[in-house]
């Protein structure tokens, strides 16, 4: 079990790719969701229950459902409806985020993919609120997260090129466009409000990175409550790890004392309070810049610090 947590923590904590933290998310939920619809399933007497527990993760296009569960505007992005609609979500995602992790860095892609979704709940809930459209619909998937960050990819490096299995290479613009153009066919099918999600999620992209050119980062208040949430969860493992560190420098200290006196070298000091600030400076410059842009020194710090977090 230990070796389970330490697994997932080391792809939590991932440097190089922070939408991996996205997946993790998905993956959760929709095993949560899965194994739940197969207790309804088994047992009537679950299905109540499961019922009232889905309705916390899909978003309802009736405005006062919205109301009672205004979240479900952001977790229904987190949900699927069967496995192959995850996989090829996850996949894609993974794929799509690798152009541009390097370039704006691993948070402001996940903000992409945070504000793509928060779009196509939008535009869902105001098409079936001005459209005479079915309002017991319900919208779940990743989708609009995902065309997000596929258009945000393609508008970032339009001319990058993709491998497609029986195509060959494939310029980004082109996969783009084509996401696009099937959604616009099928907006007026019977998964429109999919449909709409996916538009929306796909212009939000597209202006994310325009934007970003002229110097405008729609990704600071995501990455703001990320940093909230990041502090308050990592608090008490700074905590314990300040105090390990202190006894390692009593140890350390009282060591040198003896190696003084029999007349060896003593040891350098140990200053956690610089260590952690030059970790944090490193951190904050990921979130600006991307990983790629780091100098060789400072990719050896975060690695240093990585392996001395797995040893603890």
Same mark, same amino acid.
């Given at each position: 079990?230990n /070796?389970? &947590?330490? /697994?997932? &923590? ?9 939408i991996?933290?996205?997946i ?9 969701l899965?194994? !739940?619809?197969?207790?309804?399933? +088994?047992?009537p !007497?679950?299905?109540?229950g499961?019922?009232?527990?889905? =309705? ?9 459902e919205? +109301? ?11 949900t699927h $409806? ?9 996949? +894609?995602l993974?794929?799509?985020s690798?152009f ?13 993919y ?20 079915? %309002?017991?619909?319900?919208?779940l998937g ?18 990058? @090129? ?5 195509i060959?290479?494939?310029?980004? &613009?082109?996969?783009?466009l084509?996401?696009?153009?099937? =959604? ?12 709409l ?13 325009? *934007?970003?050119? @002229?110097?405008?980062?729609? %990704? ?14 990592? @608090? =008490?493992? #700074?905590? #314990?790890?300040? %105090?390990?560190? &202190?006894?390692y ?16 070298? %003593? ?6 309070k ?5 970790? /944090? ?10 990983? *790629?842009k780091? =100098?060789? $020194? $400072? ?14």
């Amino acid at each position: 079990m230990n /070796d389970i &947590k330490a /697994d997932f &923590k080391r792809f939590w904590n991932n440097i190089d790719l922070g939408i991996r933290r996205i997946i993790l998310i998905n993956t959760v939920i929709f095993v949560l969701l899965n194994v !739940a619809g197969l207790l309804g399933a +088994i047992s009537p !007497a679950f299905r109540a229950g499961v019922q009232i527990f889905a =309705s916390f993760f899909l978003l309802p296009a009736d405005l006062v459902e919205f +109301i009672l569960h205004p979240w479900t505007l952001l977790v229904y992005g987190f949900t699927h $409806e069967g496995f192959f609609h995850f996989l090829f979500n996850m996949l +894609i995602l993974h794929w799509m985020s690798q152009f541009i992790v390097g370039t704006i860095g691993s948070n402001r892609v996940i903000a992409v993919y945070v504000w793509g979704v928060i779009a196509g709940g939008l535009a869902f809930l105001i098409a079936y609120n001005l459209l005479p459209m079915n %309002s017991n619909a319900v919208l779940l998937g990743a989708s609009a997260g995902v065309y997000a960050v596929t258009v945000a990819a393609a508008t970032m490096h339009p001319n990058a @090129k993709i491998g497609l299995f029986l195509i060959g290479l494939v310029k980004l &613009k082109y996969i783009a466009l084509f996401y696009i153009g099937i =959604s616009l066919l099928y907006v007026f099918g019977p998964n429109a409000g999919g449909n709409l999600a996916h538009l929306g999620g796909a212009a939000l992209g597209y202006i994310m990175i325009v *934007e970003y050119k @002229k110097g405008r980062d729609w %990704s600071r208040p995501v990455i703001a409550v990320m940093n909230f949430f990041v502090r308050i969860f990592v @608090k =008490s493992d #700074k905590m #314990k790890t300040g %105090s390990r560190n &202190k006894q390692y420098a009593r140890q350390n200290t009282s060591s040198r004392g003896s190696k003084s006196q029999s007349g060896g070298m %003593s040891a350098p000091s140990y200053n956690t309070k610089a260590n952690q600030e030059t970790i /944090d400076r490193i951190l904050d410059k990921i979130s600006v810049v991307g990983y *790629e842009k780091l =100098s060789k $020194e $400072e990719k050896q710090i975060l690695f240093q610090a990585s392996q001395d977090n797995k040893d603890n």
